[in-house]
């Protein structure tokens, strides 16, 4: 079992950038892919980024590409998304999740979810 904590998040300005943090419990961290997920109100769960297991390989969606950076700090069971030039439209409801084996960026894929950090961005 995994228990995954975010934390970061908040009311920002467009334009304006956020760190998420999520610290991650219960087993060996380093043997786990982690993605990053939202969900906007009356809107599906939609993929953000994913990182693997050691950090070399980082995949986005087409939105956030450029303006997101998702990275981990294995030492500290930590992974973070680094989001810059916010924009209204990012307003949503921000979880991490974990899983084993390969990058997926399907929801239902992942097997442990946190509870979720809210994220608001003002035109």
């Known amino acids: 079992q995994v228990q995954l904590v975010e934390s970061g998040g908040g009311l920002v300005q467009a334009g304006g950038s956020l760190r998420l943090s999520c610290v991650a419990s219960?087993?060996?961290?380093?043997?786990?892919?982690m993605g990053w997920f939202r969900q906007a109100p009356g809107k599906e769960r939609e993929f953000v980024a994913a990182?693997?297991?050691?950090?070399?390989?980082?995949y986005y969606a087409d939105s956030v590409k450029g303006r997101f950076t998702s990275s981990r700090d294995n030492a500290k069971n930590t992974v973070y998304l680094q989001m810059n030039s916010l924009k209204p439209e990012d307003t949503a409801v921000y979880y991490c999740?974990?899983?084993?084996?390969?990058?997926?960026?399907?929801?239902?894929?992942?097997?442990?979810w946190g509870q979720g950090t809210q994220v608001t961005v003002s035109s």
């Open positions: 990182i693997n297991w050691n950090g070399g390989n980082t």
């Open positions: 219960g087993r060996t961290f380093v043997g786990y892919v």
């Open positions: 999740a974990a899983r084993i084996d390969r990058v997926n960026s399907r929801p239902h894929e992942y097997d442990y």
